[in-house]
C-alpha cells in the first residue's frame, strides 16, 4: 500500500456484488462519485484529492469513505490560512496521533485566494499526508486541476442536468444499481427493481432524497422488501398522488375530472414537465401492452390480458384495473401512445416552449383519451 492510499472504508457502501477488487494502479486519478462509493478498493489518494460537484449529499458520502474512520483535521474554506493547512500537512503531532488527511470543506473561496501555493505544493508536496479539497467547482482546464490529475484524485460528485452524450441516462442506471446496493447493505432491506423504478418516476434526481425515502420505507417494508405499491403509497406529497388520481381519470375516459386535477396542479405550483413524466410512464405501459395484444392476435393467440398487463410492466394485483383502463382507451389511441408522447415531450421542451403551451399539451392529451370522444378519430388527430 502506498503512502497516500487508503484502506477500505467502513463508512463506505461495501463493493457491488461480483465485483473485483482492483489493484491501486489501475484505477484512475478521475472518478465518478458513484464509481468511488461502490469500488472494493479506494484508490491512491496522492497528496491532493479534489470532492468537487453540485450534489451536497454525494460530496459528503465521498468525504465519508475518503476518512474511512481515521482521524482528520478538518477546516472550513472561508476561514482557514494556507500557513494553518500547510501546518497541519507537514508538522508532526507530539503526541503521535497524527492524522492522515486534512479537509477543507467549503474550500472555494480557499482554492480562490491560495492557488498558485496550492500549485506549489503539489508539484513537490512534503510529508505523507493528503490534503481534500471539497468544492463545488473544479475546472479541469487549470493549472491545479491538471496537476492533480497526475498525481492525485479528483471525485466528481455532480449531477447530469442534461442527458448531452447520454450522460444523464448513465447516470442514472448506475445510481438505480448504487440505490438498490445501499439498500441492501445500509438499510437491510431488498428494493425490488419495479420500486427503484418508481422511485425514480415520484422524486427528482436527488440521491440524498431517495436515500431518505429508502431508509424510511425499510422500516415499514414486510419481511424487508420495498414494493412498487409500498413506494407509491407512501413517496411524495399530495401533489404527486393528485397526480395519480388525475392519470386514473385520464385513462378512464373521465376527461372533466382529469382536467380539474390537472388544474389543481398548476395551481399549485408543479411544474407541466415533471406531470408528463409521471404520465408518460404510466402511459407507455399501455403502449406496450397494446403492442402485445397485436403481436399475440398476429400469432393466432387469443389474448390473456393479466400476463400481458404483467409482461407491459403493471404489479399483479392491478392487472384487471388496468385492463379495463386499456380497454377505456380503446386499441386506436393506445397504438399511437407512444407517438403522441414523443410529440408532446419535443414540444414541451423545445426552444418556443412556454408554460401555457406545455399546459395545452397536456389538456390535449387528456381531451384525446375523454370517453366522449371517437377512438378512431382522435388517433388521427
Same mark, same amino acid.
Given at each position: 500500500?502506498?503512502?497516500?492510499? /487508503?484502506?477500505?472504508?467502513?463508512?463506505?457502501?461495501?463493493?457491488? =456484488?461480483?465485483? /473485483?477488487?482492483?489493484?491501486?494502479?489501475?484505477?484512475?486519478?478521475?472518478?465518478? /462519485?458513484?464509481?468511488?462509493?461502490?469500488?472494493?478498493t479506494l484508490p491512491e489518494r496522492g497528496p491532493l484529492c479534489a470532492v468537487y460537484g453540485d450534489d451536497d449529499y454525494l460530496r459528503r458520502e465521498v468525504l465519508l469513505a475518503l476518512k474511512g474512520g481515521e482521524a482528520a483535521d478538518v477546516y472550513t474554506g472561508k476561514d482557514v490560512e494556507w500557513r494553518d493547512v500547510h501546518d497541519a500537512l507537514t508538522t508532526a503531532s507530539l503526541f503521535g496521533d497524527d492524522a492522515n488527511m486534512v479537509i477543507v470543506e467549503e474550500a472555494d473561496p480557499f482554492v480562490s485566494t491560495y492557488r498558485e501555493k496550492l500549485e506549489a505544493w503539489v508539484a513537490s508536496p512534503q510529508g505523507t499526508r493528503t490534503l481534500v479539497l471539497e468544492v463545488?467547482?473544479?475546472?479541469?482546464?487549470?493549472?491545479?486541476?491538471?496537476?492533480?490529475?497526475?498525481?492525485?484524485?479528483?471525485?466528481?460528485?455532480?449531477?447530469?442536468?442534461?442527458?448531452?452524450?447520454?450522460?444523464? /441516462?448513465?447516470f442514472i442506471t448506475a445510481a438505480k444499481k448504487w440505490l438498490t446496493h445501499r439498500a441492501k447493505h445500509v438499510h437491510q432491506a431488498t428494493l425490488e427493481r419495479e420500486a427503484c423504478e418508481c422511485l425514480f418516476n415520484l422524486l427528482p434526481l436527488s440521491l440524498g432524497l431517495m436515500d431518505q425515502e429508502v431508509?424510511?420505507?425499510?422500516?415499514?417494508?414486510?419481511?424487508?422488501?420495498?414494493?412498487?405499491?409500498?413506494?407509491?403509497?407512501?413517496?411524495?406529497?399530495?401533489r404527486t398522488r393528485q397526480t395519480w388520481d388525475m392519470i386514473d381519470a385520464m385513462v378512464e375516459g373521465r376527461a372533466a375530472e382529469a382536467l380539474k386535477q390537472?388544474?389543481?396542479?398548476?395551481?399549485?405550483?408543479? =411544474?407541466?414537465?415533471?406531470?408528463?413524466?409521471?404520465?408518460?410512464?404510466?402511459?407507455?405501459?399501455?403502449?406496450?401492452?397494446?403492442?402485445?395484444?397485436?403481436?399475440?392476435?398476429?400469432?393466432?393467440?387469443?389474448?390473456?390480458?393479466?400476463?400481458?398487463?404483467?409482461?407491459?410492466?403493471?404489479?399483479?394485483?392491478?392487472?384487471?384495473?388496468?385492463?379495463?383502463?386499456?380497454?377505456?382507451?380503446?386499441?386506436?389511441?393506445?397504438?399511437?401512445?407512444?407517438?403522441?408522447?414523443?410529440?408532446?415531450?419535443?414540444?414541451?421542451?423545445?426552444?418556443?416552449s412556454?408554460?401555457?403551451?406545455?399546459?395545452? =399539451?397536456?389538456?390535449?392529451?387528456?381531451?384525446?383519451?375523454?370517453?366522449?370522444?371517437?377512438?378512431?378519430?382522435?388517433?388521427r388527430s
Open positions: 500500500m502506498g503512502i497516500y492510499s /487508503s484502506p477500505a472504508a467502513p463508512y463506505q457502501t461495501p463493493p457491488l =456484488e461480483g465485483q /473485483s477488487p482492483t489493484p491501486y494502479f489501475e484505477l484512475p486519478t478521475f472518478m465518478l /462519485s458513484l464509481e468511488f462509493l461502490t469500488a472494493k463545488k467547482t473544479w475546472p479541469k482546464t487549470t493549472r491545479l486541476a491538471k496537476a492533480t490529475d497526475k498525481v492525485g484524485l479528483a471525485v466528481d460528485c455532480g449531477v447530469p442536468a442534461d442527458n448531452k452524450g447520454g450522460r444523464q /441516462s448513465k431508509a424510511k420505507l425499510s422500516l415499514m417494508a414486510d419481511s424487508g422488501a420495498i414494493t412498487a405499491p409500498l413506494v407509491e403509497a407512501n413517496v411524495g406529497d399530495w390537472l388544474d389543481r396542479l398548476l395551481a399549485a405550483g408543479e =411544474e407541466p414537465i415533471p406531470i408528463l413524466a409521471q404520465v408518460a410512464y404510466t402511459l407507455r405501459k399501455f403502449a406496450t401492452a397494446s403492442r402485445l395484444v397485436e403481436q399475440g392476435e398476429a400469432a393466432g393467440k387469443r389474448p390473456y390480458f393479466p400476463q400481458i398487463m404483467m409482461n407491459a410492466g403493471f404489479w399483479k394485483n392491478k392487472t384487471d384495473e388496468a385492463t379495463n383502463q386499456l380497454k377505456a382507451i380503446a386499441r386506436p389511441r393506445a397504438m399511437q401512445l407512444s407517438t403522441w408522447l414523443l410529440e408532446m415531450d419535443l414540444a414541451m421542451k423545445g426552444h418556443n412556454t408554460p401555457s403551451g406545455a399546459r395545452l =399539451e397536456l389538456e390535449r392529451l387528456i381531451v384525446r383519451l375523454s370517453g366522449e370522444a371517437s377512438p378512431r378519430r382522435m388517433a
